[in-house]
């Protein structure tokens, strides 16, 4: 998100000056500590920055070597215009002071007009971040990255996790051959799946509409999700079980056909403990050794590794639901959502207000912050939000939509665009008391 603002601020300003200050050794956040078989959940077509493409096909989920490099990419062009410093390796503390780590926390004094919090949305990944649950008696617990580190083969694989890291390792481990009968994937609660064969890149163009005319005419949330359902655009994990969650984890089909060969899914909540072999849920203790046992003597090419289990930690908080902030606050920006679960292109729109706007007041009424979507009612609240951000952006910032590559509607066409501007001429954005309706009918 700071590299997608200061993308935008550098090429439309002539004479503003950024510095980025990260705790990380290069540019690209997250992506520098995420698993090495990671790949983008949506296409590239809308991810980085504005002035740069990403991936050799845009269409593509490109991989995390590939986005560290752009990253990179980015940061020695941004560096050419003279107005732009990386600062790898500084924290910025809770005084607002800037360290360098390496110089034993030494102060680098930068004169800003603006501080830009980047950090608010506060990504999580499972290399850095441990678990909430304990492991012990002997349970070898690794994070999503040691599945790439493997150097032997185990008798069972627990994923523990079902957002979209948990969906990942699970694919990791079918994709290398791993049997489904060997894997136990704890699922806390289901979650609805966005579906990407639908969604990208030429569904999109139609998808807002659909959205319209669904929340228009549907009797209740439920009948919304069904709708979606129906339509393609929302997948689930079992027919049989009702999300609870809806976190805009991403798969396309196959992937979903994939997941469903897996039959062992624990649904008994969260881990509380692992002692060995089994498993403490706040209400519910299950044991893995027997079930492992069955699945020797079923199979006898299985090495002497077969009793071993390996536990899979996905459980970091890729994308937690914040509460909303003003984003500009005196001579302090914090960065979140202005459009929902598309965090880069918010960072960029931001950036465009920024210099568009001169008073904070009308900034702050243009765009509403829209938080992580958590559960079936986030998805309305943020439909409602995301359109009518961009509605109220459409005076001080023009055809900027259209033209930034960040943006869905830049990828959904003139004609697209004309189309759903007669879908919501019909059925314009659902009022907070039409939300609460189709709500309150569960
Ligand atoms: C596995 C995964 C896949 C994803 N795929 C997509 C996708 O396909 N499309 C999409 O739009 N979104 C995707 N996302 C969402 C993704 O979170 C955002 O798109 C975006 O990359 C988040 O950027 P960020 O700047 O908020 O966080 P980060 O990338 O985590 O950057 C924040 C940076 O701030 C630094 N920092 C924090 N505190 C301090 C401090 N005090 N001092 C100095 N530095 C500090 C951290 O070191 C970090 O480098 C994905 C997320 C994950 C986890």
Request: with cysteine; net charge neutral.
């Amino acid at each position: 998100m700071g590299m997608a603002f200061a993308d935008e601020i550098l090429h439309r300003s002539r004479t503003a000056r950024v510095v980025v200050v990260d705790r990380r050794a290069k540019p690209g956040g997250h992506w520098n500590s995420a698993y090495r078989f990671v790949t983008l959940h949506q296409p590239a077509l809308y991810y980085g920055v504005n002035s740069e493409p990403l991936g050799e096909d845009e269409r593509d989920l490109v991989s995390q070597a590939q986005i560290l490099a752009y990253y990179e990419r980015v940061a020695k062009k941004l560096e050419r215009t003279g107005r732009f410093t990386f600062l790898p390796k500084c924290e910025v503390g809770e005084d607002g002071v800037i360290r360098a780590i390496a110089r034993g926390g030494e102060e680098i004094a930068v004169r800003a007009g603006k501080t830009v919090d980047a950090t608010y949305m506060d990504v999580r990944v499972p290399s850095t971040t441990p678990p909430e649950y304990a492991a012990e008696g002997g349970a070898t617990l690794v994070p999503i990255n040691g599945l790439a580190e493997l150097e032997r083969g185990y008798g069972r694989y627990v994923v523990i996790g079902a957002g979209k890291t948990g969906i990942d390792a699970a694919l990791y481990l079918l994709e290398r051959g791993v049997a489904p009968d060997r894997i136990t994937w704890v699922v806390p609660n289901d979650a609805w799946f966005l579906n990407r064969d639908a969604l990208y890149p030429d569904g999109l163009a139609s998808e807002f509409g659909t959205q319209l005319e669904i929340l228009s005419d549907a009797t209740s949330l439920t009948d919304v999700l069904q709708r979606l359902e129906a339509a393609g655009r929302l997948l689930r994990l079992d027919a049989k079980v009702w999300p609870s969650k809806y976190r805009c984890a991403t798969v396309n089909e196959a992937e979903l056909a994939q997941l469903r060969r897996i039959g062992d899914v624990e649904r008994s909540g969260r881990i509380e403990r692992i002692d060995g072999p089994t498993l403490h849920f706040a209400e519910r203790t299950r044991h893995l050794t027997e079930r492992t046992r069955h699945l020797a003597n079923r199979t006898r090419h299985l090495d002497e590794t077969v009793d071993e289990i390996l536990y899979v930690d996905c459980t970091a908080d890729g994308l937690a639901k914040r509460p909303p902030r003003p984003i500009w606050d005196g001579d302090r920006i914090t960065l979140q959502s202005i459009s929902m679960c598309q965090q880069v292109m918010s960072a960029a729109a931001i950036a465009a207000l920024e210099l568009a706007l001169p008073d904070d007041a009308k900034k702050n009424a243009t765009f509403l912050p829209v938080p992580h979507p958590l559960h079936p009612p986030d998805f309305l609240r943020c439909t409602q939000t995301t359109i009518r951000n961009q509605e109220r952006s459409l005076g001080p910032l023009g055809l900027w939509a259209f033209r930034s590559r960040l943006s869905a509607v830049h990828h959904m066409g003139f004609l697209g665009i004309l189309r759903f501007a007669f879908r919501l001429w019909r059925h314009p954005v659902p009022d907070d008391e039409r939300l609460a309706a189709l709500i309150e009918a569960g």
